[in-house]
């Protein structure tokens, strides 16, 4: 069985500043890969960053970027100069296996002016 | 390149009826899941399909949900009878080699059940 935790139910953070949201995850499978979503109040659920359990590089896609620390299996996500578009419900995922995806509880992430 | 898409948006109904989501995948994708997302918690997988068979159904009570996915294209969701502990979001994603992370899932809208 997979296991998510993401102990941030809330975080605030002034616009341009960056922040990181927090991930520890469990799984018992050497390959798995790592995601993070955004879920604004709009209901979607949107692909922001990938990271695979081989990847030696941490994995980034503009502001963002995932701090990969596999032997404590953390994978925490890095927001750099916060938008306040950015505000949002984020969540951790990880799958192994054949595409399955475990998803945490979220943390929710206010960004003020 | 149109997303996933999902109807109805909103439902509500009484416990004890039944309801039916729908959902279009993105073209060409083969891989259709549904989750369940419960107010304060992350999406939880009910089915998996690929193309029209089902790869995973180990979470979906099957006692009064049902799922289908006929010409594997798109796919309904049902409940019947609903219970109140049904209230949730209804997401729909899929995924394949289109484009990106085979891995990378792609989700519609959501529709919002409540059951009252």
């Known amino acids: 069985a997979q296991k998510i935790t993401q102990t941030q139910p809330g975080m605030f953070v002034q616009e341009k500043e960056a922040v990181t949201l927090d991930c520890t995850y469990d799984?018992?499978?050497?390959?798995?890969?790592l995601f993070w979503y955004k879920q604004p109040s709009s209901g979607e659920m949107i692909f922001l960053i990938y990271q695979g359990s081989y990847d030696e590089q941490n994995a980034t896609e503009g502001r963002y970027s995932l701090n990969f620390q596999k032997a404590r299996k953390s994978a925490n996500l890095v927001i750099s100069a916060s938008q306040l578009g950015d505000s949002a419900m984020y969540f951790c995922?990880?799958?192994?296996?054949?595409?399955?995806?475990?998803f945490g509880k979220g943390t929710m992430l206010l960004v003020s002016p | 390149e149109a997303g996933v898409a999902q109807s109805p948006r909103y439902k509500i109904i009484e416990k004890r009826q039944s309801v039916a989501f729908w959902c279009n995948p993105i073209s060409g994708h083969a891989t259709l899941y549904w989750y369940q997302q419960i107010l304060g918690q992350g999406p939880k997988l009910l089915i998996q399909f690929q193309n029209n068979g089902v790869v995973d159904d180990s979470q979906l009570p099957k006692d009064r949900f049902s799922a289908e996915r006929l010409k594997g294209v798109d796919s309904t969701l049902k409940i019947q009878p609903a219970k109140l502990e049904d209230s949730a979001v209804y997401l729909c994603a899929s995924s394949g080699r289109t484009s990106g992370s085979s891995y990378e899932q792609y989700f519609g809208p959501g529709t919002r059940l409540t059951v009252t």
């Open positions: 995922a990880v799958y192994s296996g054949y595409s399955t995806l475990t």
């Open positions: 799984t018992s499978d050497q390959s798995y890969g």
